[in-house]
Every structure is written in C-alpha cells, then in structure tokens.
C-alpha cells in the first residue's frame, strides 16, 4: 500500500518499484528492460514490465502490461503511474498506444512519473503528454 497524496517521496517510491519491475521484463529483442508501477486509487501499487515477441509488433509495454493487470484484478481508478527504464540513460516517456490506454482511466491531471537508468526524473501529467483527448471532450458534452 502507498499513500495517495502527491509529493516526492510518492514519485520516488513509485519510481522505484518500476525499476524493479523493469527486472522482469522479457526483452530478449529490444534489450530495453521497462517497469511501471501503476498507483490505484485505494493505495494499491500493480506493476507491469514489457513482453516482447518475436512477432514485435505484438509486444507489449510495461505501462499497458501494468494498466490492462489493473484493471484484470478489478481496479479502475488510478492515482499516478511511474515507469523506469533500467538500460537507458535517459528517461523513457510512454508511447502513444500508452498514452491512449491510459487515457481511458485517467484524466488529465494524471502524474505520470518516468526516469532512466540516471537520476534525473520527469514529473509530468497526461494531459501534458496526450492533449485534445477526444474522449474526455465528448464525456464534458
Ligand atoms: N517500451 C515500454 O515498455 N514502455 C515505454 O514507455 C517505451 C517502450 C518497451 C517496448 C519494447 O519492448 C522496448 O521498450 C523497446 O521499444
């Protein structure tokens, strides 16, 4: 369980745990092991790691793993996501496929957290990352 209030030491822990997500991916193609700790609105953390395929393009993020997880245990109301990636240097914002996903159960104030494999971290939400949402401007008629 983790506390649902914003601040650092949430974006810290979270990013934390992707990064020990992140050691399970299977990523024997990409070599580009991904974590994401997806933070439930009851206080519950449910992480994901990307699984690649031969087939590549059905591999699947570490962000979706974790969401489609989520929602698989019956959790639909989300608090912040954070994803780290252990072998790149920088930090590893979503995809857009993602980015959509995500956009399904959460709105634009969504913190979305993200680091590499160095210090620096980006604290950023997703109406940030995935602006003129469609949906959302559908469901506000
Ligand atoms: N990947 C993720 O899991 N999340 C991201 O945010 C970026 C990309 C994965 C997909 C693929 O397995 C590998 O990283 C290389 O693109």
Redesign the pocket.
Known sequence: MLSTNTGPSRAEELLFLASQAARKAY?PY?H?R?GAALLCADGEVITGA?V?NRSFGL?N???RSAVFAAVSAGKKEFAAIA?A?IDSRKP????GA?RQVLSEFAGKDFPVYFRGKKEEIVATTLGELFPYDALHELRRE
């Open positions: 990523a990409s580009f991904v990307n690649e591999t993020c570490a962000e994803i990636c590893v914002s979503p995809c993602c």
